[in-house]
């Protein structure tokens, strides 16, 4: 009986959870994306979804998080462009361009961290409970930033123009930075503090996404020119065989089957569709100003 009722929960999620945001704990990690726009994220189940419709397993909603402060909630998040899980699929940390940055827990949406970051572009979790975001153009930005996530303190902060992207690279230790012409890597002081130990100029200009490949050894990075695959050990910038390169792509991760998932704009910034690679998908999120697509477990 119990079995039962567990298959037509499945189905009723089946058919139902593109406009439900009904939970699905069944479905593999590596077929679930994350998709982020407007004031939502979604967890989407990729396998199942078709070219017509998306099936959403979960959905956070800032203008409902009511334990973020009102003026955050109606104001902060409406432009949200990144988001990340971490801590075994768990918990999930999001920025928004309007002007914050947070993390939750994923079972019960409960807030766990704010900040008020200037035109945020994307975050990252660094060991010693530590949140790393990318503050973009603005009169208060263009910075990198590293919060202590208990005490919620700024811990750091460097000068960096146009920063966008943010990954900690734990082969080596350390975090990467993007800015507008250049790819940054930096490492931990004994006081707390982190040292700029390597400067990279990128291939082209406006850098807008970084991610780390599966194998720890290289990072996918774009900006307004194209997609491009950087060799860490080798520090060499090439182009990524057989990517469909576009301009301004604004998300590129790949997975340990070698499919990648990406964003391509339609309009100004923003896309209705989330794109595959290896192979070819398409999901559609009409109505939605798309930013950015992650794999729930690159």
């Known amino acids: 009986m119990r079995n039962r009722v567990l298959f037509l929960l499945f189905a009723v999620c089946a058919v139902f959870s593109v406009w439900t945001g009904c939970t699905d704990l069944t479905v593999s990690s590596e077929e679930k994306i ?11 189940d990729a396998k199942r979804s078709t070219a017509d419709s998306a099936v959403i ?8 998080a009511m334990d973020l402060p ?6 902060n998040f409406n432009s949200i462009d990144d988001c990340k899980v971490f801590d075994n699929g768990n918990r ?5 361009s309007s002007g914050a940055v947070t993390i939750l827990a994923i079972d019960s949406k409960q807030v766990q961290f704010y900040a008020e970051v200037p035109n945020a572009h994307s975050i990252e979790i660094l060991p010693g409970n530590r949140l790393a975001a990318a503050a973009s ?5 263009n910075k990198l930033l590293v919060f202590d996530i208990e005490n919620k303190d ?12 943010v990954v900690w690279d734990p082969k080596r230790n350390g975090l990467y930075a993007l800015g507008y012409d250049v790819l940054r890597f930096y490492t931990d002081q004994d006081n707390g503090q982190m040292n700029l130990d390597r400067e990279w100029a990128i291939p082209g200009e406006s850098g807008h996404d970084l991610s780390l490949t599966p194998d720890g050894n290289h990072l996918l990075l774009t900006e307004h020119t194209g997609a491009w695959i950087f060799d860490i050990e080798r520090e060499s910038f090439g182009k990524i065989d057989g990517f469909p390169d576009a301009e ?7 997975n340990q089957k070698g499919q990648y ?11 209705y569709h989330v794109s595959f690679h290896n192979p070819a998908q398409k999901i559609p999120f009409p109505g939605m100003k798309v930013y950015k697509a992650r794999w729930f477990a690159p």
Not at 57 to 64: I, K, M, R, S, Y
Not at 154 to 165: M, R, T
Request: proline share 2%; hydrophobic share 45%; with cysteine.
């Open 34 to 44: 994350l998709v982020c726009g407007d004031h939502f994220v979604y967890i989407v």
């Open 92 to 96: 999930m940390m999001i920025s928004s």
């Open 261 to 271: 998932v990406y964003t391509e704009p339609e309009e100004s910034w923003w896309t």
């Open 248 to 254: 301004n792509i604004k998300s590129l991760v790949l």
């Open 57 to 64: 397993l979960w959905e956070w909603n800032a203008h409902e």
């Open 70 to 75: 009102e003026s955050m909630r109606a104001r």
């Open 154 to 165: 700024l811990l750091f902060e460097d000068s960096l123009y146009s920063a966008h992207g």
């Open 137 to 141: 153009t603005h009169q208060m930005g």
